[in-house]
């Protein structure tokens, strides 16, 4: 059940760009409590966990190659951690606790410092108890500008979630440990949110030309998405510009942490444009594009590729070392068993444990790495889903080339959705020295089993 539209709000919502600043010590990205106005106006304001003072938090944006310098100040009553997501980072800053570093206490700080050497749409969120503090509102923006911008009206960063409130209060429940959850889709809420508010409005133009970065911050949902009185193109998916833009006809998903930068036109005749999620019971309008003025006589024709980013060439996949990895467990198709460390323990034992699922037979990260390869070699991964829900597997440091069922190379990706029953493959340049997270996307599903990792050296 979701809260649905009912109120109109007045504020616009528009994105704010900070300045890098250039000076000794870092900028803080200062994690704390504060308070926000997330459900419909009527309702309280809900307490948030967040980077600076708003979810999301503060926006960062960055020239292609530049470097991104940041203290996390630590105010929550949690140790935390930040990864940066998509970056194909230098593993000492991937911020994954107990893999590339330390989880940052409570009144402590860590200093973040790195390169980011793709233009495009990231983000970034705590991967501490991630499964907790992303749901309480711990994640930003990182945008990485081209050197040539696309010839856009707007650029706008749209960030969409999921909170789970008690209807009453509109305070987060705190029910992460919930079985069900974990067992079954993840955890899923009841109110949709753009940039932290129910269903807000941007200003808009008759025949404007605007870029959405759309990133999926939520913890489980997998959203449908789909546009009305706006039409244009998909031009890049996780940040990485597709080589030709992809015409939108009709919804297109976008799983927990991946992103799709849209390029569209204002093409409504009425006063209001609409983004909305597409669920089983109907349709929720996520956010408005509200009418004013008219920026051109007619619609701008056609669109161009981003410029491509500094990906490596995946060669001749033929070649490639070949892997499975079996996403396994989950209701209905329960764990018989699975390994945890050294030890093989019964299904009944590992749900007792709060795992419920499996990666090759390992309900958490093992101690060897699934795939221990060669700098600069190349991989070919089957995902194969034995589970009965839909997974989002997020490899980190890398992206990573969908391999198409006609076995053509499709779109570069760091996160992809493998549906209930379905196998995916993907081709891999393991290129970034270090030890890399690999996992399941939806945060109840890594908590619960769904952690691997791999080796590049
Ligand atoms: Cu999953």
């Given at each position: 059940?979701?809260?649905?539209?009912?109120?109109?709000?007045?504020?616009?919502a528009?994105?704010?760009?900070?300045?890098?600043?250039?000076?000794?010590?870092?900028?803080?990205?200062k994690?704390?409590?504060?308070r926000?106005?997330?459900?419909?106006?009527?309702?309280?304001?809900?307490?948030?966990?967040?980077?600076?003072d708003?979810?999301?938090?503060?926006?960062i944006?960055?020239?292609?190659?530049?470097?991104?310098?940041?203290?996390?100040?630590?105010?929550?009553?949690?140790?935390?951690s930040?990864?940066?997501?998509?970056?194909r980072?230098?593993?000492?800053m991937?911020?994954?606790?107990g893999?590339?570093?330390d989880?940052?206490?409570?009144?402590s700080?860590?200093?973040?410092?790195?390169?980011?050497?793709?233009?495009?749409?990231?983000?970034?969120?705590?991967?501490?108890?991630?499964?907790?503090?992303?749901?309480?509102?711990?994640?930003?923006?990182?945008?990485?500008?081209?050197?040539?911008?696309?010839?856009?009206?707007?650029?706008?960063?749209?960030?969409?979630?999921?909170w789970?409130?008690?209807?009453?209060?509109?305070?987060?429940?705190d029910?992460?440990?919930?079985?069900h959850?974990?067992s079954?889709?993840?955890?899923?809420?009841?109110?949709?949110?753009?940039?932290?508010?129910f269903?807000?409005?941007?200003?808009?133009?008759?025949?404007e030309?605007?870029?959405?970065?759309?990133?999926?911050a939520?913890?489980?949902r997998i959203?449908?998405?789909?546009?009305?009185?706006?039409?244009g193109?998909?031009?890049?998916?996780?940040?990485?510009?597709?080589e030709?833009?992809?015409?939108?006809?009709?919804?297109?998903?976008?799983?927990?942490?991946?992103?799709?930068?849209?390029?569209?036109d204002?093409?409504?005749?009425?006063?209001?444009?609409?983004?909305?999620?597409?669920e089983?019971?109907?349709?929720?309008?996520?956010?408005?594009?509200?009418?004013?003025g008219?920026?051109?006589?007619?619609?701008r024709?056609?669109?161009?590729?981003?410029?491509?980013?500094?990906l490596?060439?995946?060669?001749?996949?033929?070649?490639?070392?070949?892997?499975?990895?079996?996403?396994?467990?989950?209701?209905m198709?329960?764990?018989?068993?699975?390994?945890l460390?050294?030890?093989?323990?019964?299904?009944?034992?590992?749900?007792?444990?709060?795992?419920?699922?499996?990666?090759?037979?390992?309900?958490?990260?093992?101690?060897?790495?699934?795939?221990?390869?060669a700098?600069?070699?190349?991989h070919?991964?089957?995902f194969?889903?034995?589970s009965?829900?839909?997974?989002?597997?997020?490899?980190?440091?890398?992206?990573?080339?969908?391999?198409?069922?006609?076995?053509s190379?499709?779109?570069w990706?760091?996160?992809?959705?493998v549906?209930?029953?379905?196998?995916?493959?993907?081709?891999l340049?393991?290129?970034?020295p270090?030890?890399?997270?690999?996992?399941?996307?939806?945060?109840?599903?890594?908590?619960?089993?769904?952690?691997?990792?791999?080796?590049?050296?």
């Amino acid at each position: 059940m979701l809260f649905t539209r009912r109120h109109i709000l007045k504020t616009a919502a528009a994105a704010t760009i900070l300045p890098v600043a250039a000076r000794a010590g870092y900028p803080p990205l200062k994690a704390h409590l504060s308070r926000q106005r997330v459900a419909p106006e009527g309702f309280p304001d809900t307490t948030v966990w967040s980077y600076g003072d708003t979810v999301p938090g503060t926006i960062i944006k960055v020239d292609q190659g530049a470097r991104v310098q940041r203290k996390l100040v630590n105010d929550l009553p949690q140790p935390t951690s930040v990864h940066w997501h998509g970056i194909r980072i230098d593993n000492a800053m991937d911020g994954v606790p107990g893999l590339t570093q330390d989880a940052v206490a409570p009144g402590s700080s860590f200093d973040y410092d790195f390169v980011a050497p793709d233009a495009g749409t990231y983000w970034y969120h705590a991967h501490n108890q991630s499964m907790e503090q992303v749901a309480r509102g711990l994640y930003g923006p990182l945008i990485v500008a081209e050197a040539t911008a696309p010839d856009v009206d707007q650029d706008l960063v749209l960030m969409l979630d999921d909170w789970r409130l008690n209807p009453e209060t509109a305070q987060i429940t705190d029910d992460f440990d919930n079985g069900h959850d974990l067992s079954h889709a993840g955890r899923l809420g009841n109110i949709l949110t753009v940039n932290g508010s129910f269903d807000p409005a941007f200003a808009v133009r008759r025949n404007e030309r605007l870029r959405l970065r759309l990133v999926n911050a939520s913890n489980a949902r997998i959203f449908d998405l789909d546009l009305d009185g706006l039409a244009g193109w998909i031009v890049a998916l996780d940040g990485m510009p597709l080589e030709t833009p992809l015409r939108l006809s009709g919804s297109f998903p976008l799983a927990p942490a991946q992103r799709a930068d849209l390029i569209l036109d204002v093409i409504t005749e009425d006063e209001t444009a609409s983004l909305v999620s597409v669920e089983r019971d109907g349709s929720y309008g996520l956010a408005r594009f509200e009418v004013g003025g008219t920026a051109a006589g007619a619609r701008r024709q056609g669109v161009s590729a981003l410029p491509p980013n500094p990906l490596p060439e995946i060669g001749n996949i033929q070649e490639a070392q070949t892997h499975q990895m079996r996403l396994q467990g989950g209701a209905m198709r329960w764990l018989e068993s699975a390994r945890l460390g050294e030890t093989e323990l019964s299904g009944r034992e590992l749900a007792q444990l709060g795992k419920f699922w499996a990666l090759n037979g390992y309900a958490e990260r093992p101690e060897d790495p699934f795939l221990d390869a060669a700098v600069g070699s190349l991989h070919r991964i089957e995902f194969v889903n034995e589970s009965a829900f839909a997974h989002a597997m997020h490899l980190h440091g890398h992206h990573f080339r969908l391999i198409l069922d006609d076995g053509s190379l499709g779109p570069w990706r760091d996160t992809v959705l493998v549906g209930r029953g379905q196998a995916r493959q993907i081709a891999l340049i393991a290129d970034n020295p270090g030890n890399w997270l690999l996992h399941c996307h939806m945060l109840g599903h890594a908590v619960s089993g769904m952690m691997s990792w791999f080796r590049v050296s």
